[in-house]
């Protein structure tokens, strides 16, 4: 797996976001769903990347700065044709060390508290993320889970 810093301006990526797009509307009331557009994801605060096998798309995930001891993950889905092929431990654990490099002391993330979320939560808990409360501009959701991890 090649995971490259990318634009959002690919034709694979810009249906992989649209697809994340629909499917978290799909799950989730629209009050609830905290899924970045491509003019959101292309904020300079977000950096962005992709997951490729050769010529073939797998996943993309993002970290978003908070303020300079504190990212957040955004952003994190594996292409349909691709799960349970570990393309988000690798993408998670690739954004968990930029977080590192780029000197955060705590990375957190929300996701969604409804049984089509609970794969992406054991992802986490696996990881070493700990359920926490609202972060940053969030706020008390029972649609959400908020999880944090102290690098």
Known sequence: MDIKKDDLTGPEIIA?????????????????????????????????????????????????????????????????????????????????EEAKRQGYERISLETGSMEAFAPARRLYESFGFEYCGPFADYIEDPNSVFMTKAL
């Not at 009331?29 to 904020?43: I, M, N, Q």
């Not at 504190?70 to 654990?93: D, F, P």
Request: glycine share 8%; aromatic share 4%; charged share 25%.
């Open 16 to 96: 992989l976001i649209g697809e994340h797009l629909q499917d978290m509307h799909d799950t989730s009331p629209p009050e609830s769903v905290h899924a970045l557009d491509l003019d959101g994801l292309k904020k300079p605060e977000i950096t962005f990347w992709s997951v490729w096998e050769e010529d073939q798309l797998l996943g993309c995930g993002a970290l978003k700065e908070l303020d300079p001891l504190h990212g957040e993950v955004k952003s994190m889905r594996t292409a349909a044709q691709h799960l349970r092929k570990g393309v988000a431990r690798e993408m998670l654990a690739y954004i968990i």
